[in-house]
Nanobody, 123 residues
Framework: VQVVESGGGLVQTGGSLRLSCAASGSIFRFTVNAMEWYRQAPGKERGLVAKITNGGSTYYADSVKGRFTVAGDNAKKSGFLQMNSLKPEDTAVYYC????????????????WGQGTLVTVSS
């Protein structure tokens, strides 16, 4: 299973960006159980920003509540992170991670990471 992200870029303070994520690549049937968004700013550890499960439950870090919205499409195995009212402190590389179950000869549970996309918010 592979994850591909898109949508990063440069935006001014107060602006918006939408990051997209899609899981694909397996020749076997697989489901995405949850899609998570992490970010890593220079010199800092990677941290969880938002998460959505295939049941629709969501989680947001306190720092983004009310500004970011996470959504997913189970059938398309994709999702997005809508980021509004962006601040300079949101500048980071954003990563999408898909927690999946893959049915091969056995059942495989794993996590696939995207390559990361840079979001830069200028002041």
């Amino acid at each position: 299973v592979q994850v591909v992200e898109s949508g990063g870029g440069l935006v001014q303070t107060g602006g918006s960006l939408r990051l997209s994520c899609a899981a694909s690549g397996s020749i076997f049937r697989f489901t995405v159980n949850a899609m998570e968004w992490y970010r890593q700013a220079p010199g800092k550890e990677r941290g969880l920003v938002a998460k959505i499960t295939n049941g629709g439950s969501t989680y947001y870090a306190d720092s983004v509540k009310g500004r970011f919205t996470v959504a997913g499409d189970n059938a398309k195995k994709s999702g997005f992170l809508q980021m509004n009212s962006l601040k300079p402190e949101d500048t980071a590389v954003y990563y999408c991670a898909a927690d999946y179950t893959e049915w091969t000869e056995s059942t495989v549970v794993g996590r696939a990471w995207g390559q990361g996309t840079l979001v830069t918010v200028s002041s």
